[in-house]
Nanobody, 122 residues
């Protein structure tokens, strides 16, 4: 059974740090691109960070560049999101996503975590 189990969310003050974790099972973790998305109240879900299967390439939304770092440990089937210098506008539900391109069908296979709440407030 495919599972993405997230942890690490919570309440933090502006300027603080938080580390999210997402541990996967039930699929071949290392061949999936891993992404972190977030969705704030009243806003569309947005892609925050992405990392390739080997960890060799990462990308970030402009709003989090320089503050967030995505990483993965394939031996532990886990992807992380280190969030530093947090701002109130970072408040959102953060979702872990595993994605594999199926080229022959011109589509993707996606698995999603349950989401974890991050609240940045003084």
């Amino acid at each position: 059974q495919v599972q993405l189990v997230e942890s690490g969310g919570g309440l933090v003050q502006p300027g603080g740090s938080l580390r999210l974790s997402c541990t996967a099972s039930g699929f071949t973790f290392s061949i999936y691109v891993m992404n972190w998305y977030r969705q704030a109240p009243g806003k569309e879900r947005e892609l925050v960070a992405t990392i390739t299967g080997t960890g060799g390439s990462t990308n970030y939304a402009d709003s989090v560049k320089g503050r967030f770092t995505i990483s993965r440990d394939n031996a532990k089937n886990t992807v992380y999101l280190q969030m530093n210098s947090l701002k109130p506008e970072d408040t959102a539900v953060y979702y872990c996503n595993a994605q594999r391109w199926i080229v022959a069908l011109a589509t993707t296979r996606d698995y999603w975590g349950q989401g974890t709440q991050v609240t940045v407030s003084s």
